[in-house]
Structure formats: C-alpha cells, structure tokens
C-alpha cells in the first residue's frame, strides 16, 4: 500500500504542466490615418453686407437675400436707388470635401446709437475638385438689419463671424 501511495505521489509531480495546443493565437492588425489640408477662409475685401440707405422714421427691417437683392418683405423705408450687396466668403481646403457654414448676427453702430442685424449663408457647400491642388468654393451672406423708430441719422458699421468646418 505504501508503495502504490508513493507511486502515486511520484506520478503526480513527475508529469511536467504543458499548455494545450491551440490556446492562444497572435495575428497582426493594419492601421490607417488620412491627413487632409487644412481649411481655411477669406473674406473678400470688396464686398460688404449692404444694406442700403435708409430714412429715418418707423421702426422696420431691411432684409438682403443671398443673392444681394432687397427682400419684398423689407418693412423699412429704404431710398431709391439704394445699393444692396451680400458679402462674399471663399473657402479652401482638402479637394472634393464637404463644409458647414455658421455665421452670427452683430450690431452696426454709428456713434453711441446701434441696431441689431441677423445674418443668412448656405447651411454647407463642397470644395471643388481640381485635377492638382486644393479646392475652393465661394459663398454668399445676406442679412436682416432690425431699424428702431426714429433711428439716428448716421453712417454705420459692424462686423459678425463667419466660420467653416469640414463636415
């Protein structure tokens, strides 16, 4: 009997631990990263929101369209012969991509008076796709002017933001 507990004994540490076959498995995987250039945008200097000559009188609004036109639902009184124009912006960047536009509002002052105005562009746009090099795309700002009763004779200004995103 003791021999076979012995036996038993010596058996139990005389067989090495292995690993089973096939419990792990190593593989490579692939990483990729695309670098694009970066956007960029300009404000052409030789337009400006512009909205036109007004008289002074009721309260209103001046709306510009896109396009730089005066809007038929403008409730201010504007002169005739006034020149509306929207603003223009181009765009650069990575050939063929997808941008969004956001632009904010501001106020024109002359003075210590101000009014408020609101801006319009396209939600988004897609930069070109030349054969070599970057893209480009242009758009355009409109806008709507708030003018208060009786508002101030005067020459006023302002700017607002303009910013781009690749989407």
């Known amino acids: 009997m003791k021999k076979i507990i012995l036996a038993t004994f010596v ?16 593989t490579q995987g692939t990483a990729t990263a695309e670098i ?25 609004t001046v709306i510009v369209s896109q396009a730089g036109a005066l809007d ?35 106020n024109v002052t002359s003075g210590l008076d101000s009014m408020a105005f609101t801006t319009s562009a396209p939600a988004s746009g897609t930069l070109s796709s030349p054969v070599v090099g970057l893209g480009s795309a242009t758009f355009n700002v409109g806008g709507t002017l708030t003018v208060g009763a009786n508002q101030a004779a ?9 910013t781009v995103t690749y989407n």
Do not use: E, N
């Open 72 to 106: 038929g639902s403008s409730t201010a009184t504007t002169l005739t012969g006034s020149t509306y124009s929207a603003d223009l912006f181009t765009v650069t960047g990575d050939a063929g991509r997808s941008f969004s536009i956001a632009t904010t509002g501001g």
């Open 11 to 26: 058996a139990a540490f005389a067989v090495p631990a292995a690993a089973a076959p096939g419990d792990t498995d190593t």
């Open 154 to 162: 005067g020459s006023y200004s302002g700017s607002y933001d303009a």
């Open 36 to 60: 694009v250039s970066p956007i960029s945008i300009t404000h052409d200097a030789s337009d400006a929101l512009s909205f036109g000559t007004i008289a002074s009188g009721d309260a209103g």
